[in-house]
Nanobody, 128 residues
């Protein structure tokens, strides 16, 4: 069973930094993307950063482009999000997501789904 467990959230003052972690387990080599999303109260969930397995370099969205850094460990089973120069508008629940399949006796294209998995989220609160 694919599991994603986030950690590292907390409260910080504007201008501070946090590093989020997402520990992934139960997935297979059929992993095409690992991403960070966030959802602020009253707003839709939005992408923050994605690491595409076959592209290598992360892709950033919105204001994350100049302040956040997404990475993985060498084993590829932990996703990180280093957030610098945090702003109050960064306050949100941050979620780890993966497009992947569990291990099994199938080739990647034959897995019927589900493909999309989410963690439970970690709260980030940035105060003035």
């Amino acid at each position: 069973q694919v599991q994603l467990v986030e950690s590292g959230g907390g409260s910080v003052q504007a201008g501070g930094s946090l590093r989020l972690s997402c520990a992934a387990s139960g997935y297979s080599g059929c992993t095409y993307d690992m991403s960070w999303y966030r959802q602020a109260p009253g707003k839709e969930r939005e992408p923050v950063a994605s690491i595409y397995t076959y592209r290598g370099s992360p892709t950033y969205f919105g204001s994350a482009k100049d302040r956040f850094i997404a990475s993985t460990n060498d084993a590829g089973n932990t996703l990180y999000l280093r957030m610098n120069l945090l702003k109050p508008e960064d306050t949100a629940m941050y979620y780890c997501a993966a497009i992947t399949a569990p291990p099994g006796p199938w080739v990647c294209g034959d897995w019927p789904g589900p493909w999309n998995y989410w963690g439970q989220g970690t709260q980030v609160t940035v105060s003035f």
